[in-house]
Every structure is written in structure tokens, then in C-alpha cells.
């Protein structure tokens, strides 16, 4: 499977925004950690929006990510779009 990991929390935490929910990554299923990276990347490819971070300690780490409010921007939906036609493309090779 061509699709990477980090491109599936994406899209997964995309689709808790299009619902205006909020994401959890015990929910989406992945490491804090990981969660972390995937809303510092949404955030930096501007895929959507009012994502902020509370950082601190040495290496000045995300503590904490709000997302409340936040709304896909139209790179987000073609973000989720070409994400959902990647996944159906892949599905439909495994089954010739």
C-alpha cells in the first residue's frame, strides 16, 4: 500500500474537522506524539484552520494542540479528496 501513515492520521483528523469535532489521537487510534505532527503539518500546509499549539519545556514540545473552532480550508477538502480517490485507486487494484 502506497499510503503513507502520517497521511492517513491527516485524513483522519481532517474528517473530525469537516464534522466540527474535535480530534483525540486515542480515537483516531495513534501516538500523542504522532497526533502532534500530523496537526503541526495540517497547520503548516494550511489545511485548516484556528489550530494552536501550547509548547514548553527544553525543547519547547507541543504540551498541547487546540483545535476547537478550527474549519478546513478548500487545500484541506483537496487534501481529503485526493486522499479518499488514492485509497479507492488502491482498493480497486487489489481486486483484479
Not at 492520521?9 to 506524539?33: A, H, M, N
Request: glycine share 6%; proline share 1%.
Amino acid at each position: 500500500m502506497n499510503i503513507k501513515r502520517n497521511e492517513a492520521i491527516i485524513y483522519l483528523i481532517l474528517k473530525y474537522i469537516e464534522q466540527e469535532e474535535e480530534p483525540e489521537f486515542r480515537e483516531i487510534g495513534t501516538s500523542k506524539k504522532a497526533f502532534y505532527a500530523a496537526l503541526e503539518e495540517i497547520h503548516k500546509a494550511d489545511w485548516a484552520t484556528n489550530i494552536t499549539f501550547k509548547r514548553g519545556g527544553l525543547l519547547n514540545r507541543i504540551k498541547m494542540a487546540v483545535v476547537t473552532g478550527s474549519r478546513l480550508t478548500q487545500s484541506g477538502r483537496y487534501f481529503i479528496t485526493d486522499f479518499e480517490r488514492k485509497v479507492a485507486s488502491e482498493d480497486s487494484h487489489h481486486n483484479i
